[in-house]
């Protein structure tokens, strides 16, 4: 099983800040690791998926790095805007049967 | 594009009562997976289906039940409702056989329990 940890817990930037989140997980057997999103009370958005293969996947100012060694994923936000503003999760997958969420990173844009 | 559809978006229940709860994947997606949110919390999982079998059981209470019909469609079938039930129920779909492992989440129904 898979112990999934986002920190910060919570985080506050001004409008056009770079910043990094982070996610680590204690099973390096990763299958793949998925960014979501979630605005309150709402689904959770899929904002990138990374194979256990790969290294990093981009989507417009969303990057999203994997390092099985050290158990950990990045989720780097550029140019932030106050619509950026939500819960970020992130979830692990050993087997692709089910994914094993972390408490999340809410993050706060300040227009 | 078709997305995954929840049915029904909330529900009221009173404690005791039976609750059916459908999830429609994105179409020629075989995996199904069924997550319970509580307030302030992260998703926790219950069950997942790949073409139509169950393929893990996380959890979730005995009083649940769900399957996977022919048509990929997915029910979660919650009985002896307890007020501790009160959470968002999610589910997502997968297309393992296709090579799209990214799992794509409905809207979630919202289900409170009197």
């Known amino acids: 099983k898979q112990e999934v940890t986002q920190i910060p817990a919570a985080l506050s930037v001004p409008e056009g800040e770079n910043l990094v989140l982070n996610c680590s997980f204690t099973?390096?057997?990763?299958?793949?690791l998925q960014w979501f999103r979630q605005d309150p009370g709402k689904g959770l958005t899929s904002l990138l998926l990374?194979?256990?293969?790969?290294r990093e996947q981009t989507s417009g100012r969303l990057n999203a790095s994997l390092d099985k060694s050290s158990g950990r994923s990045t989720l780097y936000i550029a140019a932030s805007q106050p619509g950026d503003s939500a819960t970020y999760l992130c979830?692990?997958?050993?087997?692709?049967?089910?994914?094993?969420f972390g408490t999340g990173t809410s993050l706060t844009v300040i227009p | 594009a078709a997305g995954v559809i929840q049915s029904p978006r909330h529900l009221i229940k009173e404690k005791r009562e039976t609750a059916t709860l459908k999830c429609y994947p994105i179409p020629r997606h075989d995996t199904v997976y069924w997550y319970q949110q509580g307030p302030g919390q992260d998703p926790q999982f219950l069950i997942s289906f790949y073409e139509k079998m169950q393929s893990d059981k996380g959890s979730i209470p005995d009083r649940f039940s769900a399957q996977q019909f022919s048509d990929y469609h997915s029910e979660l079938n919650m009985s002896s409702l307890e007020l501790g039930d009160s959470a968002l129920y999610f589910c997502?779909?997968?297309?393992?056989?296709?090579?799209?492992?990214?799992?794509?989440f409905g809207q979630g129904t919202r289900l409170t329990v009197v």
């Open positions: 979830a692990a997958s050993n087997t692709g049967n089910q994914f094993y």
């Open positions: 099973d390096s057997a990763i299958y793949n």
């Open positions: 997502a779909s997968s297309g393992r056989d296709r090579g799209e492992t990214e799992a794509f």
């Open positions: 990374i194979q256990s293969s790969q």
